[in-house]
């Protein structure tokens, strides 16, 4: 990648990050917001998790492609870690169960 | 941190408390703040148990300046170490992959510093990778990162009294996993923007670092791309799991579901996150209407 180029992805890249992050917490701050507005923007966490879950877990392609064992695994993977995390709440315990069963899931079939 | 309840006043704190944080949390959280207390009490009386005097009183003194304690930062890196362990695993496949793209360590390090978009770090590469033209490229990345808007008016709550830098910095820095991490605790009620712009600051400092590890090493070790963004996934799914169990917030997590679900069938992959958090919220919102649920409505203003 030139340097140019680098500097203009970049550039409008940051910009438009900035933008996302900074802008709401400078036009909301410190207001006196409507209960109906406080209501839905207590919403957002929950959607937001789920959606990047969703995210993460759900493609389309590989729904598509008929290899159950692609897109089943992770699915299988993740509903062990929302076990773990309903009972534990901890962070850490979900990212070692996590990648630890993937990992299981992904290499101990091509071993046996 | 202080908050005024507007609508339900101090009778929505037990509601916000539940399910956010663990017991045990909440006595690490109660042990943490004693103990900065027992420390503040300390620096100013003067009393100071320690034969080297001179360093701790200079640090004392950067600290007030500062007005960070060595217990806050104690604290913030309690609530961000599983973020910054997330961040070394899936950063240096990133600076690797930068690499692979024809990105200088220089270029890594000034996007994983200023950018700091872990989504965004990855399709830059990929994207040119693959031949897309740049304005592609930026369009991609700029719809992934939409999502953010949604942090940024959620935390807003919480940053009423913070002055305009810290505003600007915390709210530069926050990414997916330390949104979560903040908000849990900051509506918990003792977690103030500086801890939180602290658990933003040990995340950055990880992901750099480790995306210029990546960068530096180069493809001298592999580490399999699935499996480290399968950690961010587990995260994901333990912050979600933090949630209050309530039926508007499932209506909040199934509406998401779906809306991402049907976002990336019809191809709108790129803002399907946004778009479906949308969704959710809505549906959401509209239930809590219909059933007259106004749990969700304390207005916090001010740190």
Request: glycine fraction near 8%; charge should be neutral.
């Amino acid at each position: 990648m030139d340097v140019t180029s680098f500097l203009i992805i970049f550039g409008v890249c940051l910009a438009c990050m900035l933008a996302c992050r900074c802008l709401p917490i400078f036009l909301l701050k410190g207001k006196q917001l409507p209960e109906r507005f406080v209501r839905a923007l207590n919403f957002i966490p929950p959607a937001a998790f789920a959606a990047l879950v969703t995210n993460d877990l759900f493609d389309p392609a590989k729904v598509a492609s008929g290899d159950i064992a692609l897109w089943g695994m992770p699915l299988l993977a993740a509903a062990v870690v929302l076990v773990v995390g309903a009972k534990t709440k901890s962070m850490a315990a979900c990212i070692v169960v996590g990648v630890g069963m993937l990992a299981v899931l992904t290499y101990v079939p091509a071993l046996l | 941190m202080k908050y005024l309840c507007v609508t339900v006043g101090k009778a929505a704190a037990p509601f916000y408390n539940h399910g956010t944080m663990s017991e045990t949390n909440l006595k690490q959280n109660q042990a943490a703040v004693e103990s900065a207390a027992a420390e503040r009490d300390g620096a100013e009386s003067g009393v100071v148990e320690s034969a080297a005097s001179e360093p701790v009183v200079a640090e004392t003194s950067v600290a007030h300046k500062s007005g960070v304690s060595a217990a806050m930062q104690k604290e913030a890196f309690q609530a961000a170490w599983p973020i910054v362990l997330g961040y070394i695993v899936l950063g240096i496949p990133c600076g690797i992959l930068g690499v692979a793209a024809g990105m200088d360590v220089w270029m890594i390090a000034i996007m994983s510093l200023l950018f700091y978009s872990g989504a965004g770090q990855y399709m830059i590469p990929n994207m040119w990778l693959a031949g897309n033209p740049i304005s592609a490229i930026i369009a991609s990345v700029a719809l992934v990162n939409t999502r953010q808007m949604l942090y940024g008016a959620s935390l807003s709550q919480f940053c009423g009294s913070a002055g305009k830098r810290l505003a600007f910095i915390f709210g530069a820095t926050v990414t997916d996993e330390s949104f979560g991490v903040n908000l849990a605790r900051m509506i918990n009620g003792n977690w103030s923007v500086k801890h939180a712009l602290l658990v933003n600051l040990f995340s950055l400092t990880s992901w750099t670092v480790s995306n210029v590890a990546g960068a530096l090493i180069g493809s001298a070790i592999s580490l399999p791309t699935a499996l480290a963004s399968f950690a961010m996934t587990s995260l994901f799914i333990c912050l979600l799991c933090m949630q209050k169990v309530t039926p508007a917030n499932l209506v909040a997590v199934f509406g998401s579901i779906a809306g991402v679900i049907a976002c990336k069938c019809v191809g709108l992959a790129g803002p399907a996150i946004l778009i479906g958090a949308l969704v959710g919220v809505g549906a959401a919102f509209a239930f809590s209407s219909v059933h007259h649920d106004n749990r969700n409505t304390t207005m916090k203003v001010g740190e």
